[in-house]
């Protein structure tokens, strides 16, 4: 197999469309959010393209005692009374610095093949604690894009994700950039220590207004409680910890 190879798995026409890109990372925000686009939308969407790289780890996943190389994937989806979307997904990014560039600049020739010019990457910034209200940040190519997604209840903050943006989703701004798109990056906050259905929720809605979509959020938010069950039982047990008396000498002498 070469470094890089692009499958044409269908041919769509797309009115403008936007390249929404969702693939793992903290609290698993942007995978989150663009499968549940794809659930939703499932009756208008149509695989269009698979990317194979060397770049992904060596594995396939098995589907009923199937096995797919792992790739990455992109719908076209056609919104009927809103912009259509090019979706990417998938189950793992790249493996070193030179994978990364090498597939975001694939994904970026694909927008551009099909028409696209304006990109939303989303993902998670972590907030190391568990949290009850989730706010969306967010950082542009461009801009006189900030005032438009100020508007749509995203928060700037300086300095903030601290380090910058890694990945793909930081790479699809700078790289976007440099080719003309319009591209923001919209992140969820998020403890990082599990994933995340609420704040998908939170860049979910951020995209509702910017797209003029609606979705139904009843099987995310289903997710999202399985999620507290989880989260209740982890401080249920952190709670009795902390309420243990710590042994003394004599309970940890060894009795032979």
Known sequence: MDELEIDAVAEVDLDDPVLVEGLPGVGHVGKL???????????ESTLVRRIYSQEFPPQ??????????????????SVPDGRDLLLLTGDH????????YLLTDAFLDVAQEFGASELYA?????TGELIDEYAVVGAVSHEPMLAELEGDGVEFRE??????????SGLLLGLGERRGFEAACLMGETSGYLVD?????AVLE???????????????????DEMEDVIGKIQEMEQQQQGMEM????????IG
Do not use: M, W
């Open 60 to 77: 396939v996943s098995i589907e009923d005692g199937v096995s797919e190389l792992t790739c990455a994937e992109l719908y076209a989806v």
């Open 93 to 100: 990014q790249a493996q070193t610095n030179e994978g990364h």
């Open 122 to 126: 989303l993902g998670g910034v972590p």
């Open 206 to 224: 951020v995209l509702e207004a910017r797209l003029d979509i609606e979705l139904d959020y009843e099987s995310l938010d289903e997710r999202a």
């Open 33 to 43: 959010a663009v499968d549940h686009f794809l659930e939703e939308l499932e009756d």
């Open 159 to 168: 300095d903030e994700p601290a380090g910058g943006i890694v990945g793909v």
């Open 247 to 254: 042994p003394t000498d004599d309970d940890l002498r060894y």
């Open 197 to 201: 259905p609420k704040s998908a929720r």
